[in-house]
């Protein structure tokens, strides 16, 4: 069963852009990534996705169920949802926003609630506006898990957390995904997707341009090639993204091999190395060339 599907969603702000045909599936089970910048679509499809916003056109199914404004609330009981920033009503207690949360699903969270709050040193007496920033995640990621729900999603969820916190938050996500959850993360952090999320998509400029397993989307012809001992790039079809180096330069090279070890017989070098090149670099080469048609997607 698919626990998210989006068939033709667009979403228009007047003459603003905000999404535009986006089609995308997630298996149940998946651990999802959703990867673009700021501004690029991610929030406008999730608010979409979970029924706080009525697109424009297309349709978008949890669970198989259409979202709309009859099903909504019994589909929205399966979900954990932690927006991108986390507002709670002041002059509550956290144990107060927490059994608000829980009662909202008809659900008892108590024990859940207690041993989340323990693993991520929350303290639940504390008054939401004496909270941190990070705190206040800590709180919304609590009210996301507590239910134990079918499906999780987060949208850019680690920013304000400490790295012994985001480890914490990537080991209980791994563990409800073991479970049989699904789990969906939208981020702009790359090492993030890279490291945790085993499928995942790119959106840009509110189109998605590419959705595959994440060692496919890593998974290039280009090479980074670093250059020891020489100042300067081979001029060769096929290099980008020239970098200088202390003792000389690296560059992406997605030509053939035999020109290249030519152009390298030819210099006096140091040192040569070649490896593949990041999740990073593919990303920002995605963004820095036109953006492709779905015909150019091919991975």
Known sequence: MHAIEIRGLTKAYGKARGVQSIDLTVESGAFFGFIGPNGAGKSTTIRCLLGLLEPTSGEVRLFGQPVDRRSRAALLRRVGFMPGEAVFHSGLRVREVLQLSANLRGVDCTAEADALCQRLQLDRNKKIEALSLGNRKKVSIVC?????????IFDE????????????FFELLQERQAAGATVFLSSHVLSEIQRHCTQ?????????IACAPVE?????????VSLH??????DLPGI?????????????YS???RPLTAE?????????????PDLEEIFLHYYADPAPTKGDLAL
């Not at 996301?144 to 999780?152: C, E, V």
């Not at 969820?157 to 914490?168: E, F, K, V, W, Y």
């Not at 496919?216 to 980074?224: K, N, V």
């Open 144 to 152: 996301a898990l507590q239910h134990r729900p079918d499906l999780y």
């Open 216 to 224: 496919t989307l890593a998974r290039t012809s280009a090479r980074r």
């Open 229 to 234: 001992g020489v100042s300067q790039a081979p």
């Open 157 to 168: 969820p680690t920013s304000g957390l400490d790295p012994l916190m985001q480890r914490a």
């Open 255 to 257: 030509g053939g091999l």
């Open 200 to 208: 995942a998509a790119i959106i840009r400029e509110g189109r998605i």
């Open 240 to 252: 980008r993204d020239i970098r200088p180096l202390p003792d000389g330069v690296s560059f992406l």
């Open 264 to 276: 390298l017989a030819a210099l006096e070098l140091a040192d040569l190395t070649i490896t593949e």
